[in-house]
């Protein structure tokens, strides 16, 4: 199953990445961090008498939602060009005709998806630490290190993966009733992205390891739901009848 | 012969609408079946259903001995299938050679050979020299080209092909058809062709069956189907000298035919069991000193029998 679903991920990587809109998605992902984390540092640095421990939290979740959430553009998108686009391209019937299984097929697309999506998020936390705590160096050395704590480093590097599902699976089944790739970027958006916040909120409180391992489980459940959901709902007769 | 195809009461519906109802055939290994019928009138639906793309409502298919609804991963392994508008079906955002090769490897086609199979098919569908374009450069003949390289690209065993060569040039269609004869030569793969074009399904089909809205009217080798709405079967004769008239009055004073006339430079005459009435007619004009230079039966063409079973002329 793995074998076929990565060749297929493979080669839709390659050919999702020749989109232009989806080639941009990872430089302004990584342009808004840099320049919010950057800015941002830099604004509460030069405010002045800021206590260390405040600092590090209060950056922490600003610079976690930043992280976190910007990179989920990119499997959103993904998603529905990989999704929807095969409908608008008519490419659809030919690869449904292949002997792909429908597990196949849809671990296919969650990996085109996901995979870029979690590449950007990764490189992106990386340049914003490098960045937020390059200004933390020159503008006050006395902190040696605000950002990420060991708890902000876990969440950012689980996160990314636990909520890629969530978006994926949430556009497998938007992808179904949609016929154009805009019109599911634009539902995927809309239903996704405030689910993430309200999710996300919780993190945010800074409640700790408990709260973070509990917020996780649940995720990960909700996204073992929408997988099977989507399974159930990704298979040819439905797919075909609905394109027509 | 094996069977390769067996349809038993299939029937899909949608919503309200019956596309495909009760069909029952059987298609024999090695077999060029042309299926024909007007738009809309369940070809592709039927095709889809054998190619695992749509459940089928009620009734079965089974393929080389695979059940579409219990084995089919098995059944897509063993199909090519050229669907409706296949021209319009590629990715564009890989070259030719690169689509054949996706597609290739989806089907398992062993690498020590695919490359071998994709050189051969483009060679042979004259696509070598434009292999690493996009097929977004292509015109609609090449598209189409390209898409039944794919469908052939693992060689299976039973090939689906919805309107081969719709919106392909003359030139082009002869091309494909020749393509399509070509591998049918060898009696190991199943043809099965959807069209409307009936010159195609005379250049290509040893079987052909007719579909009207959803049901299986006629099935048959195009020869037998020609008989079997012809009864009366129609000559025309041509004679050295111009004394047609008079040919034309022998022919009717032997009370064999049941129609006469003089259509141009020839005599046209309609009867029943020519095997025994035609030599009589040719003694009785021989005998009155006409000299005949040609004897022919105009055969009715598919157009005709389709014009008779599906518009029910």
């Known amino acids: 199953m793995w074998k076929k679903a990565w060749f297929m991920a493979q080669t839709e990587m390659r050919m999702v990445f020749k989109s232009r809109q989806v080639r941009m998605i990872p430089i302004i992902v990584v342009i808004m961090s840099v320049a919010f984390g950057g800015i941002m540092t830099w604004l509460m640095l030069s405010s002045g008498g800021i206590d260390a421990a405040l600092f590090s939290v209060t950056l922490g979740s600003i ?7 910007l990179p989920l553009m990119l499997p959103i998108l993904i998603a529905a060009d990989s999704i929807v686009g ?159 | 012969m094996t069977t390769s195809i067996e349809m038993v009461d299939l029937t899909k519906e949608f919503a309200k609408i019956r596309a495909v109802d009760n069909v029952s055939l059987d298609v024999r290994r090695g077999e060029v079946f042309g299926f024909l019928g007007p738009n809309a009138a369940g070809k592709s639906t039927t095709v889809k259903v054998a190619a695992t793309l749509l459940v089928p409502s009620k009734g079965s298919i089974v393929i080389e001995g695979y059940d579409v609804l219990e084995q089919p991963v098995e059944v897509r392994s063993i199909i090519g299938l050229l669907p409706e508008d296949g021209a319009s079906t590629h990715y564009d955002r890989l070259s030719a050679y690169k689509n054949l090769e996706y597609f290739g490897r989806l089907y398992d086609v062993p690498e020590e050979t695919l490359e071998n199979r994709i050189d051969e098919l483009l060679e042979f569908l004259e696509l070598s020299d434009r292999k690493d374009d996009s097929p977004a ?20 065993q039973v090939v689906f092909l919805d309107e081969p060569t719709s919106s392909l040039d003359p030139i082009m269609s002869k091309r494909v058809r020749e393509f399509i004869d070509t591998q049918a030569e060898g009696g ?126």
């Open chain 2, 188 to 313: 190991t793969q199943t043809f099965f062709l959807c069209t409307h074009l009936l010159s195609e399904v005379e250049a290509l089909c040893d079987r052909v069956g007719f579909i009207s809205k959803g049901k299986l009217v006629e099935v048959g080798r195009p020869k037998e189907l020609r008989r079997k709405f012809w009864t009366l079967r129609t000559y025309e004769i041509q004679l050295t000298d111009s004394n047609l008239q008079k040919s034309g009055e022998i022919i009717t004073s032997t009370g064999l035919a049941k129609s006469v006339k003089i259509e141009g430079s020839r005599i046209v005459f309609e009867l029943e069991n020519a095997e025994t009435k035609n030599p009589q007619i040719v003694r009785a004009l021989v005998e009155s000193g006409m000299n005949i230079i040609e004897l022919r039966e105009r055969v009715p063409d598919l157009d005709a029998v389709y014009q008779k079973v599906i518009g029910g002329n």
């Open chain 1, 86 to 244: 095969e409908k608008e391209r008519h490419t659809l019937v030919p690869l449904l005709a292949t002997p792909l299984t429908d597990g196949e097929l849809l671990l296919g697309k969650f990996l085109t998806a996901m995979i870029p999506g979690l590449l950007v998020a990764y490189g992106n936390l990386a340049l914003a630490v490098l960045v937020v705590n390059g200004v933390v160096f020159f503008m006050a050395p006395q902190f040696l290190w605000v950002w990420p704590d060991l708890l902000s480093l876990v969440q950012a590097i689980i996160l990314p993966i636990l909520f890629a599902i969530l978006a994926v699976g949430l556009m497998v089944i938007i992808s179904g009733r949609a016929n154009t790739v805009y019109e599911a970027y634009q539902t995927g958006g809309i239903l996704i992205l405030p689910a993430m916040v309200f999710a996300y909120s919780g993190f945010l409180l800074g409640l700790g390891w408990l709260i973070f391992v509990i917020g996780s489980i649940i995720i990960l459940f909700v996204d073992f739901i929408l997988f099977r959901i989507a399974l159930r709902l990704f298979n040819r007769d439905p797919l075909i009848t609905r394109t027509g």
């Open chain 2, 137 to 156: 450069t292509y015109s609609t003949g090449l598209k189409q080209k390209l898409s039944i390289a794919r469908s052939m690209i693992h060689n299976p």
């Open chain 1, 63 to 69: 610079m976690g939602a930043v992280v976190i959430m």
